[in-house]
């Protein structure tokens, strides 16, 4: 019998990331967080926009580097214990009076106050199965290092989709430059390219509006009606 049809996509974990992360992430039937790869400075691995009455600004989780040594986002620790606190703190400011912020505070408070991870990656998928449930998606999440691994860009994601029995490969259209879709061709996985055009715009309460946010914006401006601005409700 042939293989069921299973869609897979390989990423980095972000922290509280825009809402076309989720996209992609209710577009494939698994998600595999690829944070065996190296942690890069100035990323969306630690930090993320959020909007504040004065305009856009970071949310930034302080993190050790090693410097030049390779380091892996899955060995990567938090620098400073109290960074939870402060962001929440933040978030409190920032979007207090936003139209859903009180019931998106019942789960969020919590997720910062009583976060104990000294691991960025753990911190990020904390984060990401929160809201992942707000939005009704119910993707399996797994990590890379559930995997065994290979040398080469392409080769080594390749290996990944044919582990996880994939028929299909999404990715980000930042991927066209390196990709090789010969490869994937040769293993029988279709690699499809994820879109982010033709996002509705909702309340922000600023102009000009902005798109590349955390999710958080959205949430706390549209409560459930959340799904409504995303592309991937239709798929």
Not at 9 to 31: C, H, T
């Amino acid at each position: 019998m042939p293989e069921a049809p299973k869609r897979v996509a390989i990423v980095q974990s972000n922290y509280i990331p825009w809402k076309g992360y989720f996209d992609l992430i209710n577009s494939v039937d698994e998600f595999i967080l690829f944070d065996d790869m190296q942690y890069t400075r100035r990323d969306w691995r630690n930090r993320n926009k959020v909007v504040a009455p004065s305009g856009v600004r970071w949310l930034t989780i302080p993190v050790e580097v090693k410097g030049r040594y390779f380091q892996a986002i899955k060995d990567t620790r938090i620098a400073d214990s109290s960074w939870s606190t402060r962001h929440w703190k933040t978030l409190c400011f920032y979007y207090g009076g936003a139209p859903f912020f009180a019931p998106c505070a019942e789960v969020f408070e919590p997720l910062y106050l009583a976060c104990a991870e000294t691991r960025l990656s753990a911190i990020n998928r904390r984060f990401l199965e929160a809201i992942n449930e707000l939005l009704g998606i119910t993707t399996t999440l797994t990590w890379s290092m559930d995997y065994e691994l290979v040398e080469g860009k392409t080769d080594r994601l390749v290996h990944l989709c044919r582990q996880a029995r994939a028929t299909e490969y999404l990715t980000g259209p930042g991927a066209r430059g390196y990709l090789d879709e010969d490869a994937f061709d040769a293993a029988g996985i279709a690699v499809k390219w994820m879109s982010y055009e033709g996002y509705p715009e909702y309340s922000q309460r600023r102009e000009p509006f902005v798109h590349d946010v955390s999710v958080l914006d959205l949430l706390f401006n549209t409560g459930a009606e959340a799904p409504r601005y995303m592309l991937s409700v239709a798929l």
